[in-house]
């Protein structure tokens, strides 16, 4: 799986404008293939002991992550058929984290306001880093004092 899935990342780097029509049937029909393939292992695997008699059988965690990816095939091969989507969601988790650490930090963000002063100018300041436009650019910081909207 590891490696179809860096093929795929791959033809995304090498197609800008997106894989060609004719490669990606063969790259889900792959995908499918490998899904079955462990499925159809954990199936034949001894059931897990379970202690009591409640609850439902447990499951290897290799089962369970071959249900999700089989369960949300369209969002993990979303970036094939769009271009705009990002292989990974490290960008993401990179933003949520620095928002996570200031919440833990100062023991909360205190009101709901300033939740939305400080999202606005995070974002706005990630737009700036992203995009690549200068320093100069970025709104003045007296700006906080106001009423910040969104927009």
Sequence with gaps: MKKLLLLACN????????IPKNILPRLNQLYEQILQRGLSFHHSQPPLTRQGNRGRVKRRVGHNLLLRLQN?????????????????????????????????????????????????????????MFYGFSQ??????????QNVTCG
Excluded at 136 to 145: D, W
Aim: aromatic residues 14%; positive net charge.
């Design 11 to 18: 033809y995304q780097h090498r197609y800008q404008s997106g």
């Design 72 to 128: 949300f095939r369209g969002d993990v091969l979303r970036f094939l058929t769009e271009p705009d989507v990002p292989f990974t969601n490290n960008q993401a988790e990179r933003d949520l984290r620095m928002m996570k650490c200031k919440q833990k930090i100062s023991g909360g963000f205190g009101s709901f306001d300033f939740v939305v002063i400080i999202c606005c100018c995070v974002s706005k300041i990630f737009g700036v």
């Design 136 to 145: 100069n650019l970025m709104f003045p910081l007296p700006i906080i004092k």
